[in-house]
């Protein structure tokens, strides 16, 4: 597996390395002497998956303290946009986000520390999504921000005429400067 450290500390791209022949394809998705070689120790604790129509969009959600999440996701059928936004008060970086492209293509993976938002936008016709994380979801403390919010800036990829469908919910998200956090540095 190749680990590469994005623009944002602690935020960590993991290209696996893919054996490839007549009969398909194989690869690691995790090892864990790997991942805790680069990134450190993280007990993930729960897998979950979803699957999503071209268009749809994700997040920006993340739980406050202490139910946070790190999550180790990848896409298994289709496209994404996939983005974490660092909401670590003190923190340099704060506000500023990554965006990547996840695909069964590609087979990327993103790994997103705890303190941040996290969200993705669907490109191809319908995307599996899965990813690990190491707190269980816990309504009480989840949030999130606008993926539209301009003071983060996020170009999702998306044209003019592409669909951009969300729930409800994340349409009523604060902007980053309402939201409640409590991550620091």
Same mark, same amino acid.
């Given at each position: 597996?190749?680990?590469?450290?994005?623009?944002?500390?602690?935020?960590?791209?993991?290209?696996?390395?893919?054996?490839?022949?007549?009969?398909?394809?194989?690869?690691?998705?995790?090892?864990?002497?790997?991942?805790?070689?680069?990134? %450190?120790?993280?007990? =993930?604790? !729960?897998?979950?998956?979803?699957?999503? +129509?071209?268009?749809?969009? #994700?997040? @920006?959600?993340?739980?406050?303290?202490?139910?946070?999440?790190?999550?180790?996701?990848?896409?298994?059928?289709?496209?994404?946009?996939?983005?974490?936004?660092?909401?670590?008060? %003190?923190?340099?970086? =704060?506000? !500023?986000?990554?965006?990547?492209?996840? +695909?069964?293509?590609?087979? #990327?993976? @993103?790994?997103?520390?705890?303190?941040?938002?996290?969200?993705?936008?669907?490109?191809?016709?319908?995307?599996?999504?899965?990813?690990?994380?190491?707190?269980?979801?816990?309504?009480?403390?989840?949030?999130?921000?606008?993926?539209?919010?301009?003071?983060?800036?996020?170009?999702?990829?998306?044209?003019?005429?592409?669909?951009?469908?969300?729930?409800?919910?994340?349409?009523?998200?604060?902007?980053?400067?309402?939201?409640?956090?409590?991550?620091?540095?």
């Amino acid at each position: 597996m190749n680990f590469i450290e994005t623009d944002i500390s602690g935020v960590w791209m993991i290209e696996p390395q893919v054996f490839a022949d007549a009969r398909g394809y194989f690869m690691e998705a995790y090892k864990q002497q790997e991942f805790e070689r680069y990134i %450190g120790k993280v007990n =993930f604790i !729960q897998e979950n998956e979803s699957r999503s +129509s071209r268009g749809v969009l #994700r997040g @920006l959600h993340y739980q406050l303290a202490p139910y946070a999440q790190a999550k180790l996701v990848r896409v298994i059928v289709g496209a994404v946009v996939d983005v974490a936004v660092d909401l670590r008060r %003190g923190s340099p970086t =704060f506000g !500023q986000h990554v965006a990547v492209e996840l +695909s069964a293509e590609n087979k #990327r993976q @993103l790994y997103i520390p705890q303190g941040f938002a996290h969200g993705f936008y669907v490109k191809s016709e319908t995307a599996v999504f899965t990813y690990k994380v190491d707190n269980p979801y816990m309504p009480s403390h989840e949030r999130g921000v606008r993926y539209d919010d301009p003071q983060i800036g996020i170009a999702w990829g998306t044209a003019e005429s592409d669909p951009v469908v969300t729930s409800e919910k994340d349409r009523r998200l604060p902007f980053l400067k309402d939201a409640e956090i409590n991550f620091e540095d």
